[in-house]
């Protein structure tokens, strides 16, 4: 079974600071899907970024940037110029790419809160 | 942008009742999903559906938990006989495609 761990259960961060969270996975797959989703207080998660293990090219979305590491099994999640917006929970989660297997695999989480 | 929506946003409940939650997923959406989490725990995986059953399931969706879209909108959960451990947070989720999975805002389920 996959399993994913979030060794941070707290971060944080100074506005306008960079912060990276960790992440990091263990599955005998070789092709396979990583998540990061973003959970504000009270709100629902919502998908921050995503990489495909098939891809050497670690993904980018404005100022979120992923380190994937496949051999390592690791996963960070790089948060550039942070704003206040981006305080909330923040979850890796894991998906096989197989057929018939839809179910994500989470960590716990790691609750980032940005200082002014 | 459209949203998965669920209701109600908070279930309290006697052990033993049966509850069902709600969950509206995007329209054009095809695949369904239920979480949940434990308070301080991981989100876990419940279910997913498709094409009116079933396709995959975890060991915690056992025979007291089952699903239903009842109509062209709304995907339920029902728990026939809650107990006490069932008190957690439940995500409804939706894709169009396996890959991308939209989620809930989420119920709180108390059991009492």
């Known amino acids: 079974a996959q399993t994913v761990t979030q060794s941070q259960p707290e971060m944080s961060v100074q506005e306008a600071e960079t912060v990276t969270l960790s992440c990091t996975y263990d599955?005998?797959?070789?092709?396979?899907?990583l998540f990061w989703y973003k959970q504000p207080p009270s709100r629902q998660m919502i998908l921050v970024i995503r990489q495909e293990a098939y891809k050497q090219q670690n993904a980018t979305e404005n100022r979120f940037s992923v380190n994937f590491q496949k051999a390592a099994k690791s996963f960070s999640l790089k948060i550039s110029d942070s704003q206040l917006g981006d305080a909330a929970m923040y979850f890796c989660a894991y998906r096989n790419s197989g057929a018939g297997s839809y179910q994500l695999t989470f960590g716990k989480g790691t609750k980032l809160s940005v200082i002014p | 942008e459209p949203e998965v929506t669920q209701t109600p946003s908070h279930q309290v409940t006697q052990m033993g009742q049966e509850v069902i939650l709600r969950c509206v997923p995007i329209?054009?959406?095809?695949?369904f999903y239920w979480y949940r989490q434990i308070l301080g725990q991981k989100v876990e995986f419940l279910v997913s559906f498709y094409n009116n059953e079933i396709s995959e399931k975890s060991e915690i969706f056992d025979d007291q938990f089952s699903v239903e879209r009842p109509d062209g909108s709304n995907f339920t959960l029902k728990i026939r006989s809650t107990k006490l451990e069932d008190s957690a947070m439940y995500f409804c989720?939706?894709?169009?495609?396996?890959?991308?999975?939209?989620f809930g805002p989420g119920t709180r389920l108390t059991v009492l």
């Open positions: 599955t005998s797959e070789s092709d396979y899907y």
């Open positions: 329209s054009n959406h095809l695949y």
């Open positions: 989720a939706s894709s169009e495609d396996v890959l991308l999975q939209y």
